[in-house]
């Protein structure tokens, strides 16, 4: 864990590095002091409007589990994000499933299988959305692969879960009879039914149409969320470039990743807009200003659901 640990923050650095070459911090200071406050409001009411359905989505996906209303949820999920921003290598999945298992007395491997569907929802969606805006602008190869590879893996995952559902038993006969220590099997069988009742309703019909469509008005969200401080800091970029901007983010979190995605975040963004035409100059203080709101107010409801749980940030690290 350790080497994984220090590669995540060697890409960041390096990613840093790349995203900032040339520019002045004095010409960054300028841009952030001149940007428009009225779009950043709304953009950031947004942005909470997008919590609020990701809370509700998370509560549709716990539903084979343990009903749990969305309010609840609220302030776990904003945790395990917020623990993603401290801590390396997106550990705040981890950390989520740990306090909502603890919080609601469900198992945390059911509760880590409800997190995996709800990034298969996103990672679909996401494509969903940005394959619309590639209708409007061309997508590089090199971003076409990743998202094929993207999608090729979402489709190999939703597959691996399907044969698990149509073949438990015969797994648990391979279990009984495999080579594997005895004194592992009951936690193998253990862990593989609580995982496969967590993922019980992607073989309801109803259940994904609803999960996906939740997803899929997150991630217009997020596109428009850009689209506001694409005006708030005057850069020409039109609301199908703004989902093309989103798909390039969404493709950085796939590196190892420093808290908060820093450095991989400014690298893909300001690359992205300068495929659009728009100078790094322009463009890099818009894509800090994304991160940086994002990043606070990820922190400040993040910190506050930790104080109402009576957690502290050393919670967090021991957690994880």
């Known amino acids: 864990m350790r080497k994984q640990v220090w590669i995540a923050y060697l890409v960041a650095a390096i990613c840093f590095y790349f995203a900032f070459r040339g520019i002045s ?17 709304l953009a950031l009411f947004l942005y909470f409007i997008d919590y609020v359905l990701r ?32 801590l390396p290598l997106r550990m705040g999945e981890l950390v989520r499933a740990h306090l909502c298992g603890t919080k609601f007395n469900i198992s945390r491997t059911a509760s880590l299988g409800t997190i995996l569907l709800e990034r298969l929802c996103d990672a679909l969606s996401f494509l969903t959305t940005s394959l619309v805006a590639s209708w409007f602008i061309p997508i590089p ?8 590879l993207l999608g090729g893996s979402c489709i190999a995952v939703i597959v691996a879960i399907l044969v698990m559902h149509h073949q438990e038993e015969t797994f648990r006969r391979f279990l009984v009879w495999s080579p594997v220590p005895v004194r592992w099997k009951p936690k193998i069988d253990n862990f593989a039914t609580h995982f496969i009742h967590s993922t019980s309703g992607i073989t309801q019909p109803r259940f994904v149409i609803e999960a996906i469509a939740y997803s899929l008005v997150v991630w217009i969200l997020e596109g428009t969320f850009l689209y506001l401080l694409a005006i708030a800091f005057s850069v020409p970029l039109t609301y199908a470039g703004c989902f ?4 390039a983010l969404g493709l950085s979190v796939t590196l190892p990743q420093a808290p908060g995605f820093v450095g991989t975040f400014e690298l893909f963004g300001t690359m992205a807009l300068s495929l659009l035409g728009i100078p790094k ?10 991160h940086g709101l994002q990043f606070l107010f990820i922190s400040v409801i993040g910190m506050l ?8 940030l050393h919670s967090l690290t021991s957690t994880a």
């Open 25 to 41: 911090f004095r010409h960054i200071w300028e841009s952030l002091h001149q940007a428009s406050p009225g779009p950043i409001s």
């Open 55 to 86: 809370s509700k989505r998370w509560s549709i996906l716990l539903a084979p589990v343990k009903p749990i209303p969305s309010v609840q949820l609220f302030g776990v999920m904003l945790i395990g994000f917020f623990a993603n921003n401290v």
């Open 244 to 247: 093309f901007l989103l798909f």
């Open 305 to 312: 659901a930790l104080w109402k749980e009576g957690l502290s």
């Open 281 to 290: 100059t322009q463009g890099l203080p818009m894509v800090l200003a994304v």
């Open 141 to 148: 190869p090199s971003m076409k692969r990743g998202a094929w």
